[in-house]
């Protein structure tokens, strides 16, 4: 729940996809670990099964996944729940990122890192964070795929095949606990 890399200084209208490409290509770039179902299977990407639909609410109504591609969907969604959840919260925290801002881009650009590292001493500081206690009693989150395609990572088949092992692996052993 902390930031571990900020990019501010783009629109909100621009796609997912050309923010990471220009994230990417910096000197000190963002190295993604995993991605969302808009990224392709690339070194250092590993998107959740497309097609496969898997939503959190279904697990939680007791609904258990029966293939290690919704089992695999499912964790990634839980994954991106997490991302999401950390983003409602600085919101939360800080009113000044929810409306339109009329400062110049450059003080906006200060106010956002300002916000994320501020966050970030909060989360490592407070035993419990007011800003997430708020936020669970006022927000509900529901994350949808997004569908921008990124340009710049190449798909690998290597990659692809590393996802499926690592997706009947983490299948075998959650049934395996489940007995």
């Not at 400062?103 to 890192?113: F, H, L, S, V």
């Not at 690592?166 to 052993?173: G, I, P, R, T, V």
Request: aromatic share 12%; charged share 25%.
């Amino acid at each position: 729940m902390e930031f571990i890399f900020v990019l501010s200084g783009w629109e909100g209208s621009v796609s997912d996809s050309r923010v990471l490409r220009d994230a990417l290509s910096r000197p000190n770039g963002l190295k993604v670990p995993t991605v969302d179902a808009g990224y392709t299977n690339g070194e250092g990407f590993i998107a959740p099964y497309r097609g496969i639909r898997y939503h959190l609410s279904e697990w939680k109504d007791g609904c258990a996944p029966t293939t290690y591609q919704k089992y695999f969907n499912m964790k990634h969604a839980s994954a991106r729940n997490i991302i999401e959840r950390c983003f409602g919260v600085l919101k939360m925290r800080w009113a000044i990122l929810k409306s339109p801002s009329f400062y110049p881009i450059a003080t906006q650009i200060k106010i956002i890192t300002a916000c994320c590292l501020i966050h970030n001493l909060i989360r490592r500081e407070m035993t419990l964070d007011p800003g997430e206690i708020e936020y669970d009693r006022v927000e509900d989150v529901d994350i949808s795929a997004d569908e921008d395609i990124i340009g710049s990572i190449a798909s690998l088949s290597q990659w692809t095949n590393w996802r499926d092992e690592l997706a009947k692996q983490m299948f075998d052993e959650w049934r395996g606990r489940r007995g």
